[in-house]
């Protein structure tokens, strides 16, 4: 059974940095997980992945700002949100779903969430 748990969410203000976690268990073989957010009023949107093996891929909106990697040790994976901006606000969700990385920044068929963490960046 896939499970991940969210953490590090919190307030900042603008240009700081926040860095989320997500503790996975229950995934194998060749799979994808992401950070996805939402704000009222607006759609879902994917802003980093990174695969089973390795590869990254990011959204234009936080391409150079956000990175994403994982401790497999750990069997966590973070986003380490640098300069952040009040567009940023929102609610962070980790994601994962099975299959191979070509398809992951299509930020389609996720089948597995957390419960997400909220981000709340001030100006």
């Known amino acids: 059974q896939v499970q991940l748990t969210e953490s590090g969410g919190g307030s900042v203000q603008a240009g700081g940095s926040l860095r989320l976690s997500c503790a996975v268990s229950?995934?194998?073989?060749?799979?994808?997980l992401a950070w996805f957010r939402q704000s009222p009023g607006k759609e879902r949107e994917g802003v980093a992945a990174?695969?089973?093996?390795?590869?990254?891929g990011y959204s234009d909106s936080v391409k150079g700002r956000f990175n994403i990697s994982r401790d497999n040790a750990k069997g966590t994976v973070y986003l380490q949100m640098n300069s952040l901006k009040p567009e940023d606000t929102a609610m962070y969700y980790c994601a994962a779903r099975y299959g191979n990385w070509m398809t992951c920044t299509l930020w389609q068929d996720f089948a597995y969430w957390g419960q997400g963490t909220q981000v709340t960046v001030s100006s």
């Open positions: 990174i695969g089973s093996a390795g590869a990254t």
């Open positions: 229950g995934v194998s073989g060749s799979y994808c």
